[in-house]
């Protein structure tokens, strides 16, 4: 039991809570904002019925009704709810380095049952289109025009925008298969640390977004992400993403990193836009250090998130589709190879040999083009989904690398290119020493296709006499640069 004489006082941009004896008393505070008009008692009394009623849905052992505080000859309305205990709140837990495992991971079931059963309409899934979204970006990046350069850094500011458009313009395909799969819900809104408790019979998950239905009609996993978003602000970034990783579970999601990145961020510029809001009205510093470590975490998970199209190549032997390999363990990219592609549409299996002479059978030009039209025209579709992709090809024609940057561009990845390299007296040994191999390539014909290759200016030499290991982290730190 909470003690009665343990009463506080927690104010936010728009509310105030007063904590006393076994209750909660939340009022609005009589503000109008660009995006809530609590200015007058009706809208706030209406405010305050709404929060009551949205709230029950997720904690409605908490949320117990309204009352009104009178005196001075005015009535003021207030939302009366049963005190949650101090040292149970998600965030606290967070700073004290608790063990959160099993509380993160039946929160993720709650959400997961509760968005099962979320309304869904045709206005709701309009809310979560690739366009509405683009359109919330963009309306807090103008609300957060007024900051620029004090506390915001300008530059980031601009980088934002730029990943966020350009994630947006090529996901097309993505949004609309999330529309199409009913993944668009009536959600929470605004789940951060400080509204979790976690209890012994279970946790209370409480104050969902209430002043603008649109703002809480979201992909469930936008929902989720903003709890994942604040963990890892509080310094527990393996919590937030074991926190994802149970939600896609329990929810059966099979949403790709880069959507993930792409909601952390978006959220971390709505926190971003209030610690802006919180510093015009009180002008603490720590506002504005809040405010900009939270757009530095937008810009983190944005850069993380741009999908990317990265090109594996060199001569047979170079080890390229040892390193295609690895560097798609390492970064969760979907592999395509063209000596697989290219047996694959021969209705050959992988491993049974198809050799011939240079430029000849399934090596012939014709056989060659296929296999590279289907290589692009897979990466693309892959990439419009949200997938970064590697493909693993020698790619010594400068004509289909031009063709690889055209499906980049078409599809707004971020376009990288890794040559592999080795002496030719180590590129015979390998070949002549591969166990179970994909390719027909020997000797000769790496040779001859060293005199027929392209220049490749544009890309980063790996040279496979290292470890392959040390070969692989080359390559990612190259992939995750910004």
Not at 74 to 98: H, K
Not at 283 to 289: I, K, M, T
Not at 344 to 354: K, L, M
Request: hydrophobic share 45%; net charge negative.
């Amino acid at each position: 039991m909470v003690s009665p004489a343990a009463s506080a006082v927690r104010e936010t941009h728009v509310g105030v809570v007063v904590l006393t004896g076994e209750r909660a008393l939340k009022t609005k505070k009589p503000v109008r904002t660009a995006f809530c008009d609590f200015s007058t008692p009706a809208l706030r009394r209406e405010a305050i019925e709404r929060e009551l009623w949205l709230n029950t849905r997720l904690a409605p052992d908490v949320y117990l009704g309204t009352a009104e505080l009178t005196g001075a000859g005015c009535a003021e309305p207030v939302l009366v709810m049963r005190r949650m205990p101090e040292d149970a709140r998600l965030s606290t837990l967070v700073r004290q380095g608790v063990d959160l495992t099993e509380p993160l991971r039946e929160i993720a079931r709650r959400m997961a049952a509760f968005h099962t059963t979320a309304a869904r309409t045709p206005v709701i899934t309009a809310e979560g289109s690739r366009d509405a979204l683009a359109g919330r970006w963009h309306r807090n990046l103008d609300e957060l025009a007024p900051f620029r350069d004090a506390p915001l850094p300008g530059a980031d500011l601009d980088r934002v925008r730029e990943l966020a458009d350009s994630f947006l313009a090529g996901r097309g395909p993505l949004f609309a298969r999330r529309a199409a799969e009913s993944r668009i819900v009536d959600g929470h809104g605004d789940l951060l640390a400080d509204d979790v408790f976690c209890l012994p019979d279970g946790p209370r998950i409480l104050d969902c977004l209430d002043f603008d239905d649109r703002l809480r009609f979201v992909d469930a996993l936008d929902d989720v992400c903003f709890l994942a978003m604040d963990l890892e602000r509080l310094g527990a970034p393996e919590a937030a993403e074991q926190q994802l990783d149970d939600y896609c579970e329990f929810s059966a999601d099979p949403a790709p990193m880069t959507l993930r990145h792409h909601y952390i961020a978006y959220r971390a510029v709505v926190r971003a836009k209030v610690g802006c809001l919180r510093l015009a009205q009180t002008g603490d510093p720590h506002d504005a250090e809040n405010a900009r470590s939270h757009l530095a975490l937008a810009l983190d998970h944005l850069r993380h998130g741009e999908p990317r199209l990265g090109l594996v190549g060199g001569l047979p032997g170079t080890g390229k589709s040892t390193l295609a390999g690895d560097l798609t363990d390492l970064t969760g990219a979907v592999l395509l190879s063209s000596d697989r592609v290219r047996k694959e549409q021969a209705g050959v299996t992988p491993t049974d040999p198809a050799g011939a002479p240079f430029g000849g059978g399934l090596y012939d030009a014709e056989h060659t083009a296929a296999v590279y039209t289907e290589l692009l025209e897979r990466a693309e579709l892959l990439l419009g989904q949200g997938e970064s992709v590697v493909l693993d090809a020698s790619w010594t024609d400068a004509g289909w690398r031009e063709r690889a940057a055209d499906v980049a561009e078409r599809a707004s990845a971020r376009l990288l290119r890794f040559v592999c390299t080795a002496p030719v007296e180590e590129l015979a040994r390998r070949i002549m020493t591969r166990r179970t191999p994909i390719s027909d390539a020997t000797p000769g014909i790496a040779l001859a296709m060293a005199e027929v290759a392209a220049p490749w200016p544009e890309a980063v030499e790996i040279a496979t006499t290292e470890l392959p290991s040390a070969c692989a982290v080359r390559a990612q730190q190259v992939w995750d640069g910004a």
